[in-house]
């Protein structure tokens, strides 16, 4: 009886850890991209509470002319747009990349409602640099990001000026 009592108590501890787990990293870590942002409210200007959650991904090419990006993000509702911004931590920044919608924001939304998942993927050249980096070259961006200073920015149609945001670092 002491054994089955013991083995249904380690299973029970191995079955709530993966739930755990599953809880706290529910977005896998990509170990392809050399830049990493964890999204979330508390880091917007002013901070936010919100459920949503996300990640983005940013890998810079060998010979730096280009930087592939993928933007997850969960439990978020009417997306307006995604963008990157320079600026330090805890600053407000100026807008230096459209992510999604690669342009501008159309109207009516690309995503009603709620949305969970990729939500921007592509590649960034130096003709999509926006704001204070346009017409510089690409390196300047991958300048910045390495002085971290820039972080990308979730805005929705009920926190348009940032639901989400998040540094971008070195992926560990």
């Known amino acids: 009886m002491k054994t089955y009592t013991f083995l249904l108590l380690v299973l029970s501890l191995i079955f709530l850890g993966t739930l755990t787990t599953l809880a706290i990293e529910p977005i896998p870590i990509s170990q392809n991209y050399q830049y990493m942002a964890i999204l979330s409210g508390d880091e917007a200007i002013p901070p936010q509470n919100t459920g949503a959650f996300g ?3 940013f890998s810079i090419s060998q010979d730096m002319d280009q ?28 807008l ?10 159309p109207t009516p939304l690309k995503y009603k409602g709620l949305f969970e998942g990729v939500l921007a993927e592509g590649i960034i050249t130096e003709d999509r640099l926006a704001g204070r980096l346009k017409g510089f070259p690409l390196f300047s961006l ?10 990308v920015q979730v805005d929705t149609l009920l926190h348009q000026i940032g639901e989400l945001r998040g540094q971008l670092l070195p992926n560990p």
């Open 55 to 57: 990640k983005a991904y």
């Open 96 to 105: 230096i990349v459209w992510l999604f919608p690669e342009n501008p924001p």
């Open 142 to 151: 991958v300048q910045e990001i390495e002085n971290g200073r820039v972080f």
């Open 67 to 94: 930087i592939t990006y993928q933007v997850e993000v969960y439990n978020i509702y009417d997306v307006l747009m995604v963008t990157l911004r320079l600026g330090s931590p805890g600053k407000e920044g100026s």
